[in-house]
């Protein structure tokens, strides 16, 4: 889990938000 944000997962994408 990237500092700061969290780890995002949908199906054919993922991305983070911080």
């Known amino acids: ?3 700061g944000g969290s780890r995002v997962e949908i199906p054919k994408t993922e ?3 911080q």
Do not use: I, S
């Open 1 to 3: 889990v990237p500092r």
């Open 15 to 17: 991305f983070t938000v």
